[in-house]
């Protein structure tokens, strides 16, 4: 009150701000008050029952209600798996190229003192060709031949030739 | 009957879901009716408020009550519905009015004259008020987002300062500081119009 009594201007700066407040409300309040046009309802509401709406053709064996959570909840679990199964899939297919291993030689150091290798370079060994576990030893050479003497059919024994000492004998009894 | 007969009279019969849901969608239809008799108008206005062209504005409402019916599974959540179709509306021509140009102020006369009353005033009245209007609404349109929205929605008899709290997302605190700014701002704003004349 002291100040606006000290300062006239301020209190019709005050009135010409309240006066213009008015206006703009004034304004705002005839925009607002502005009735519909006629017919908008009906306007709406053809245009919403002229909206397609999702008709279900067929129905599921199972009552499925829209809400029910447990459904969702599957095809969400589903969608996960088939993303990450497909994301797996992609990621153990291409696999990174893996980096060539260095094999780190201990440094030869020479005995101090002793025996020097002269320079020499030790090499590994390459491979060898196949080694057999168990050599087969190769059959004797006269064994070999007799089984190609050896007929196919088994032949006749041969008569033993009577031995001439066992002959002596049976002569060389004395007559009883 | 035989037995293949039997299993297709078995599938051709209406399953009691669909007969619920025939049901639901029947009552959330008269419902939604029901909303759009009670409050269209308002959400016109609302929606004319920004927008300021009765086509736009009226496509807004539709667009609005299009989203109602989209959302209409949570309808029966909705405390107050009045208040929720206003702040529906509300981001609709917030929307519309940034993606759109900017018009000519002339198009905001000739509209303003066509629009409001005449209330037996002469041509020349009706057309020396719309452009009164006219300047207003500019001023209005030059103040900062939420300093004009406050002013824009305080204007609307039917919403409280708490509803315009709700509508805005924000304190009833804030809209009364808002408020105050955006008078304040007005007053500035209007000063150096008429200064400049």
Known sequence: MNSNAQNPMTNGSAAISALQADDVEATLRLIARLPAPAGLEDRVEAALRSRPRTASVLSWPIAVEPGSNWMRAAAAAAIVFVVAGGGWGIYSHVQQPQAARVIVMPQHLAAPGGFSSAGAMRTPQTLNGPVLAKPVAAPPLQAVQAVQAKPSRKAPAPVRPVQPAAASKVTAQPAK | ?197
């Not at chain 2, 605190?173 to 704003?189: E, G, T």
């Open chain 2, 1 to 197: 009957m035989s037995a293949s007969q039997a299993i297709l009279a078995g599938w051709m019969e209406i399953p009691s879901s669909a007969v619920n849901d025939q049901v639901r969608t029947q009552a959330e239809d008269e419902t939604l009716s029901a909303l759009v008799g009670q409050y269209a108008g308002t959400l016109y206005r609302v929606a004319f408020s920004v927008l300021r062209n009765p086509a736009d504005a009226e496509d807004a409402v539709q667009e609005a009550f299009m989203r109602v019916l989209r959302h209409r599974d949570t309808l029966g959540e909705v405390r107050d519905q009045r208040v929720w179709l206003i702040r529906i509306v509300w981001n609709i021509v917030l929307d519309r009015k940034r993606r759109a140009k900017t018009r000519p102020e002339t198009d905001d006369v000739a509209e303003l004259a066509r629009v409001l009353p005449s209330g037996g005033l002469s041509a020349e009245e009706i057309a020396s008020a719309a452009q009164h209007h006219a300047h207003v609404l500019a001023c209005v349109d030059q103040l900062p987002a939420k300093e004009r929205q406050v002013l824009m929605l305080s204007a609307f008899e039917e919403l409280t300062s708490v509803e315009i709290a709700t509508v805005l997302g924000i304190t009833e605190s804030s809209v009364r500081s808002r408020l105050f700014r955006a008078r304040n701002l007005m007053a500035d704003l209007l000063n150096h119009a008429r200064s400049l004349r």
